[in-house]
């Protein structure tokens, strides 16, 4: 069996969950979404009319088999992923290799050199993008795969590829309340943590931090809320991601977190009841990036 193949034959969707109205015949009247990154490949499908999700698989990560490879894999065997005439395709890379900007002090053209500060980009594997956040004075700047970047150009031209940290930030500036105080928001990924404070639907910290043990999970975000000025012992915590109730990640979350809870999924869209049994607080930024 070769390489190819034997990808795409392990791809599996878990969940792979699909509304029975999704018509592939219409492809125009959706969106599709889609995730890449070390915690695997992510597919949605949102009807653009009333703005409701009807599909969401998850497939499993292949450390020892490169992104771009799982995709075209991926799109081998899929019916609707690489097919044309979609209403809108969004693409987010999963990775620390990125920086947020103040619009005004942006230059198109001078992209390497703003993420230089934080990445050195490898210009034989990696593209440096940008993806402004309309109506936030926001820039993101950041690192994707080459190969990633011109397989999703190839397919989809007019696409947009964004960095999962726009998707993010979107989605927890949407629903949180105006006037609201200082929060922490917490992303929980493979081996990853994303943490954002947001007060007053302004977001003013976002970063990514690898991790290996719940030990070093919570030094990160003990570490941020102290430099944010914030008091694990009274100030809320909102948390989306790959874990469980039961998961040490958890337990040990609860243990130095005093007012800890999962978050919800965006607000203001709708979800086909296939996806009912899949926790809230689960594919956060998948969701949002329909919010891009």
């Not at 029975?20 to 992510?42: I, V």
């Not at 989605?171 to 929060?183: E, K, M, T």
Request: proline share 5%.
């Amino acid at each position: 069996m070769s390489d190819s193949a034997s990808t795409a034959a392990a791809l599996a969707a878990l969940p792979s969950l699909r509304d029975e109205t999704l018509d592939p015949d219409q492809l125009a009247a959706y969106n599709l979404y889609l995730s890449a990154g070390a915690a695997g490949l992510r597919v949605g499908v949102a009807d653009v009319r009333r703005n409701k999700f009807l599909l969401l698989e998850d497939y499993a990560p292949q450390p020892a088999t490169p992104l771009a490879e799982q995709l075209q894999a991926l799109t081998a065997q899929h019916d609707l992923v690489g097919q044309p005439g979609w209403n809108q395709v969004r693409l987010s890379v999963h990775n620390r290799h990125f920086t947020l900007l103040p619009a005004p002090l942006f230059r198109e053209g001078d992209e390497e050199a703003y993420l230089r500060q934080h990445h050195r980009a490898d210009a034989a594997r990696e593209v440096v993008r940008s993806y402004r956040h309309a109506g936030r004075d926001i820039v993101s700047v950041f690192a994707a795969g080459r190969d990633v970047a011109e397989w999703f150009g190839r397919l989809y031209p007019t696409g947009k590829l964004l960095h999962h940290t726009s998707a993010l930030l979107e989605g927890l500036v949407h629903q949180s309340d105006r006037g609201a105080p200082r929060r922490l928001y917490v992303s929980i990924s493979q081996q990853e943590v994303t943490l954002l404070v947001v007060r007053d639907k302004q977001p003013e910290f976002c970063n990514v931090f690898a991790f290996t043990t719940p030990e070093d999970l919570i030094y990160y975000i003990i570490l941020v809320m102290q430099e944010m000025q914030l008091n694990p012992d009274q100030d809320p915590v909102l948390v989306w991601g790959d874990l469980l109730h039961d998961s040490a990640l958890f337990t040990i979350l609860r243990k130095y977190i005093r007012n800890i809870r999962f978050g919800n999924r965006p607000y203001d869209l709708g979800y086909s009841y296939r996806l009912n049994d899949v926790f809230e607080y689960r594919y956060f930024d998948l969701f949002s990036l329909h919010l891009c």
